[in-house]
């Protein structure tokens, strides 16, 4: 049972589970569970997973012996391919409630939309280079390509205070955000 609970397969389904729910509350109960509840859910379950692989870092640099931090390093790149997922299905849930592509290119200059398209293309190539083989090709620029996982997470935050009808749930988050990094720079130059 305890190779199962640590399995990758195992990992991402309950890290699918979430996103299940999301679906299938959309789907089948519409009334009660629309568009603005789908595109929240995806949004912060992205914007979580995101603040969660971030930690590991100054967890590892504080707890380095702790099994669950060691569980976390080692599935680090499964969490942030994770986030990536649910930042892909909350703009192809944006994408289905408009229907068309001339709304979608009419706001998408706005600044609450622009910063979340510039975060999701940031997120692209890290989610697509986030496996061994891509490791081993890009040897040290790997690591280089993979600090866009900073900007980005500023984007996308930027982009949930924009776009929210009450943006104080998102400044608790950046606050959150802003101690992980605080914590993980003050601990590396240690």
């Given amino acids: 049972m305890t190779r199962l609970a640590r399995s990758r397969p195992f990992l991402w389904l309950v890290l699918a589970i979430p996103g299940i729910w999301i679906l299938w509350r959309w789907a089948f109960t519409p009334d009660d569970y629309g568009f603005g509840h789908a595109i929240g859910d995806s949004g912060d379950w992205a914007a979580w997973l995101l603040m969660v692989t971030l930690a590991v870092t100054p967890a590892r640099l504080m707890f380095r012996k702790n099994a669950v931090v060691q569980y976390l390093m080692r599935h680090r790149r499964d969490l942030g391919v994770a986030s990536f997922a649910y930042a892909a299905g909350h703009t192809v849930i944006y994408l289905a409630n408009k229907a068309a592509i001339a709304p979608v290119l009419e706001e998408m200059t706005a ?24 490791m081993r090709m890009l040897k040290r620029s790997w690591k280089r390509l993979h600090r866009l996982v900073y900007p980005a997470a500023i984007l996308m935050f930027v982009h949930w205070v924009l776009a929210a009808f009450d943006p104080t749930t998102a400044y608790w988050h950046i606050a959150v955000l802003a101690v992980i990094e605080i914590v993980r720079i003050i601990l590396q130059r240690r």
């Fill in 111 to 134: 600044p609450d939309m622009l910063t979340g398209w510039l975060a999701l293309a940031l997120f692209v190539p890290l989610a697509i280079t986030s496996n061994d083989a891509s």
